[in-house]
T-cell receptor, first 113, second 112 residues
Framework: NAGVTQTPKFRVLKTGQSMTLLCAQDMNHEYMYWYRQDPGMGLRLIHYSVGEGTTAKGEVPDGYNVSRLKKQNFLLGLESAAPSQTSVYFC????????????FGPGTRLTVL | GDSVTQMEGPVTLSEEAFLTINCTYTATGYPSLFWYVQYPGEGLQLLLKATKADDKGSNKGFEATYRKETTSFHLEKGSVQVSDSAVYFCALSESGFNKFYFGSGTKLNVKP
């Protein structure tokens, strides 16, 4: 039982390049999330999904796209990377409900030059 | 709107000292409250939670009590260890899958 895994762990991009971050979970969770973590700002929700084939915008969605073609996978795409997207990205999954605990992946550290 | 406010860090303590990290919240309904811990280079892990007023969450010697009257969920531990050095996040969850709010995090450094 690997929980939530993320690939890659580190990436350096040049401004304007594109990339996709992959999140996978093996807990059969309905809900999945992408957060970014910046110093002094906690975690901010980028996009989320409440089930296969569904996605929705979070607090800071601009410049990102997502897809959830399979229940266990949630992809985060950057079409044209900008230095402001330099951050640590965390994927999470959970069961429904307010007391549903979020399980986090180990994070992807992205630097955009 | 909903929000979570934590004390700013870093907090530096000697081993075996008493720890308190303050957390207060603003919510329109009846949220569940959480403490997450992030060890260096890792993702966040649930430390403890409480789902209703007066509930006490506890784990690994850490405790926090859901105080509705003071809208607080302070984290405490009686005797910290070097291995407790990490960043601690307070969070709340209200009805709705996207209504999950994190505080800014408090870094704890424990010296031997």
């Amino acid at each position: 039982n690997a929980g939530v895994t993320q690939t890659p762990k580190f990436r350096v991009l040049k401004t304007g390049q594109s990339m996709t971050l992959l999140c996978a979970q093996d807990m059969n969770h309905e809900y999945m999330y992408w957060y970014r973590q910046d110093p002094g700002m906690g975690l901010r929700l980028i996009h989320y999904s409440v089930g296969e084939g569904t996605t929705a915008k979070g607090e800071v969605p601009d410049g990102y796209n997502v897809s959830r073609l399979k229940k266990q996978n949630f992809l985060l795409g950057l079409e044209s990377a900008a230095p402001s997207q330099t951050s640590v990205y965390f994927c999470a999954s959970s069961t429904p409900g307010t007391s549903g605990v979020k399980h986090f992946g180990p994070g992807t550290r992205l630097t955009v030059l | 709107g909903d929000s979570v406010t934590q004390m700013e860090g870093p907090v530096t303590l000697s081993e075996e000292a008493f720890l308190t990290i303050n957390c207060t919240y603003t919510a329109t309904g009846y949220p569940s409250l959480f403490w997450y811990v992030q060890y260096p280079g890792e993702g966040l892990q649930l430390l403890l939670k409480a789902t209703k007023a007066d509930d006490k969450g506890s784990n690994k010697g850490f405790e926090a009590t859901y105080r509705k009257e003071t809208t607080s969920f302070h984290l405490e531990k009686g005797s910290v260890q070097v291995s407790d050095s990490a960043v601690y996040f307070c969070a709340l969850s209200e009805s709705g899958f996207n209504k999950f709010y994190f505080g800014s995090g408090t870094k704890l450094n424990v010296k031997p």
